[in-house]
């Protein structure tokens, strides 16, 4: 069947029945015919054939190096390419790899107060030091004593406002954004925000982002372009007519003609002009999808496919195919829709998301894609990227609902999701299931099935917990419970 | 060295339990102070308790 389909595949792009069953029959398919080199091919097919066959192909001709590989396993012409590629790759690797510098050189008075922390051996967070120097801006003279002086005051306030050692903060993150979560309501209007793209709201997408789903009900893009076609409209709306997803039905009708048995396709104009499309292009398109069996012909305005095994059965499934045949855009972008933001800037936001292959595009400004599908970004970008997507997300959901959470506690429920590298629910399926803790975990569910299988295996729980502790009877780990006194004879204390 | 809050709620708890079983108190109260807590915690002011905390780093 294989074969038949790939010969079938050959004869429909021109190429004569002999000449493909040959190529099948030497082990080639479309795909490694791009790859094959000339002078391979021409050992199954004549040097006429082959030159034929590029030409109507549409691939470049090119020459297998006479190279001792090639000599040993002539077979295996796709095999001794990619080795030959793999060998290219790694001789063009010689400069070393420099890791670029992310972080912003601290200005001059970042720098004093920095330096004057280093001597007073006072720990502060970039931010507080930013924000300092920022202050000192504009200070006439700034004496050493009066940076130190002020770095005392500014660390002991600091000091102040950190959280205590031992502080359950999981309970109150849990219970801060827990609270707010009773006042949202159940069903939020859809068609609010962006431009008629609908967008789950309030706690259906809450829950969406804390059970980290794979695809979030109502993903979306936010696509941002180069400078320099960002204010262009026309040419914004020409890249978002080609990110949007096409397929057959949008932009013609496909009827089944029962009387001959085959399928008609009568391209819109009106359609096919809005998306850039002409008839060629849809007839490439449906040229390329390897799944429709049959002869494609073209009669006056309309394509028509006659299938060779025409039950009526098989012709419907072939319709199904035809219809949803990619013509333009990228899979899994649905709409595409061109926005003004303030600036002036033109955006395009999309239902859907792909980011791999938005990403691919030339036109787009990589750094300031968007997608709420965090486990794409995890996917995409890394965990980190994950982890503020998560945290932007969640407090995005929070405060279109007018509630307020400090960010902490998101970002703690954020850091939790994204601790072991990829995202986790909260939950059955994740943090909670894959607790270290036997006890914890029989705690949370099904008590007798997680003691069972412990059992079984011979489990060791560490009591390092909270949850293992309380069923053991003993002092949690957390607040008092975690301090541990010590006997301090008089020369020993100063405090 | 400063002491968390819930370092200072243990110190001073450990120390009116030793107070209420008849420990020497080690500073001057007056007798109308009779709760151990408060006893406790004025020794705690006065920096006088014999106990301090053991701090682990890491992970517990």
């Known amino acids: ?495 | 060295m400063k002491y968390t809050r819930f370092e200072k709620a243990r110190i001073i708890g450990a120390r009116a339990l030793q107070i209420s079983m008849g420990a020497p108190v080690l500073v001057d109260a007056s007798d109308k102070i009779i709760d151990p807590v408060e006893i406790a915690t004025t020794e705690y002011d006065e920096k006088v308790i014999p106990i301090t905390v053991h701090r682990r780093t890491g992970a517990a």
């Open chain 1, 1 to 495: 069947m294989a074969r038949k389909d790939t010969v079938n595949a050959l004869i429909r792009r021109g190429i004569s029945a002999k000449v493909s069953e040959a190529l099948v029959d030497g082990g080639y398919n479309l795909q490694k015919l791009k790859t094959a080199p000339f002078n391979v091919i021409t050992r199954f097919i004549s040097v006429e054939d082959a030159e034929e066959l590029l030409r109507k192909l549409g691939i470049r001709k090119f020459m297998a190096e006479e190279t001792a590989e090639a000599k040993v396993e002539p077979e295996f012409p796709d095999l001794v390419a990619r080795m030959r590629d793999a060998k290219k790759k790694a001789k063009k690797r010689t400069k070393p790899i420099t890791i670029p510098d992310k972080v912003q050189k601290p200005t001059k008075l970042e720098q004093l107060v920095l330096d004057q922390m280093k001597e007073e051996s006072v720990f502060l967070p970039m931010s507080i030091v930013s924000g300092l120097a920022q202050r000192l801006r504009g200070v006439k003279r700034i004496t050493r004593p009066m940076v130190k002086k002020l770095l005392h005051r500014v660390n002991e306030k600091f000091a102040e406002h950190s959280i205590d050692a031992h502080e359950s903060i999981g309970i109150v993150a849990a219970q801060s954004v827990g609270e707010p979560g009773t006042q949202m309501t159940m069903r939020t209007f859809h068609y609010a925000g962006v431009a008629e793209l609908s967008v789950t709201q309030g706690l259906p997408r809450l829950i969406e982002i804390v059970d980290a789903r794979r695809e979030p009900s109502t993903p979306m893009m936010e696509i941002h372009l180069k400078s320099r076609i960002t204010k262009n409209v026309e040419e914004v709306k020409r890249i978002a007519r080609s990110i949007e997803l096409t397929r057959l039905h949008h932009v013609a009708d496909v009827e089944i003609d029962i009387n001959n048995m085959r399928i008609v396709i009568h391209p819109d104009r009106d359609k096919m002009s809005t998306k850039d499309l002409t008839f060629d292009t849809l007839k490439d398109s449906l040229m390329e999808e390897r799944r429709i069996s049959g002869d494609m012909e073209v009669e006056g305005k309309t394509i028509v496919i006659t299938s060779p095994e025409s039950t009526h059965k098989k012709l419907q499934q072939i319709m199904e195919i035809v219809r949803n045949t990619k013509i333009k855009g990228i899979d899994r972008v649905d709409r595409a829709v061109i926005k003004q933001l303030n600036t002036g800037e033109f955006v395009i936001f999309t239902e859907g998301s792909n980011l791999e292959d938005i990403l691919d595009m030339p036109e787009i400004d990589a750094q300031r894609v968007y997608t709420n599908n965090i486990v794409e970004v995890c996917n995409v970008l890394g965990v980190e990227a994950a982890r503020n997507t998560l945290i932007k997300e969640a407090r995005k959901t929070l405060e279109e609902q007018g509630l307020t959470v400090d960010v902490r506690h998101i970002m703690l429920i954020s850091d939790m999701m994204s601790n072991d590298g990829d995202i986790k629910a909260i939950g059955r399926h994740g943090i909670s299931g894959r607790k270290s803790s036997i006890l914890a975990r029989a705690a949370f569910e099904i008590t007798s099935t997680h003691l069972l299988r412990a059992g079984i295996i011979g489990e060791v729980d560490t009591l390092s917990g909270v949850a293992e502790n309380i069923i053991v009877g003993q002092p949690v780990t957390v607040g008092t419970g975690a301090v541990e006194l010590e006997y301090a004879p008089r020369s020993a204390r100063k405090r």
